[in-house]
């Protein structure tokens, strides 16, 4: 008795583990290759909303799942690229984008790695300027009499 309800037990954790496996495959279909090619990386361009930095292919939450089933959807629709981005981006804000546009929020975002190089090139030109500058300079004769007359002042004390 004890024996069956253990087996018994086991093949139900079995069976909804077999369950919970194929639930998160999803099937799509295309028509043409280009279509599944846009599809997958639309996925992959896309920021599951709930998740944090997960591409909503990569995801398992049920938002994510709308998503890409709205992708597949609007990508059905004949819908570009860029129309799916922005019909995301109205629903969901400019965090579902991975890489985001420019515009007067991000200028600063996408601005400032380039401002902070030229000023770093800027810099560094300034001083190797400079150190050439002081080792091309050489003493002027009066100068090199002082030194002289420091050092044999030394010398002789």
């Known amino acids: 008795m004890a024996q069956r309800m253990i087996r018994a037990l086991l093949a139900l954790c079995c069976l909804l583990l077999a ?10 279909e295309f028509e043409e290759p280009v279509l599944k090619e846009r599809y997958e990386s639309l996925n992959s361009a896309l ?5 944090e930095n997960q591409a909503i ?3 398992d939450s049920p938002i994510a799942g709308d998503m890409r089933e709205r992708v597949y959807q609007l990508l059905q629709d004949g819908r570009s690229d860029r129309e799916i981005q922005d019909y995301m981006i109205d629903r969901f804000g400019d965090y ?3 890489n985001p546009r420019l515009s007067g929020r991000t200028w600063l975002l996408w601005g400032l790695p380039a401002g902070l190089v030229v000023l770093g090139a800027v810099i560094i030109g300034l001083l190797v300027r400079a150190r050439r500058r002081s080792a091309n300079r050489s003493l002027s004769p009066e100068e090199r009499e002082r030194i002289n007359a420091l050092i044999n002042r030394e010398r002789t004390e």
């Not at 920021?47 to 998740?51: A, E, G, N, S, T």
């Open 47 to 51: 920021r599951c909303p709930k998740c």
């Open 19 to 28: 369950g919970s496996v194929l639930a998160a495959i999803e099937v799509r």
């Open 96 to 98: 579902v984008l991975y």
């Open 57 to 59: 292919g990569d995801s």
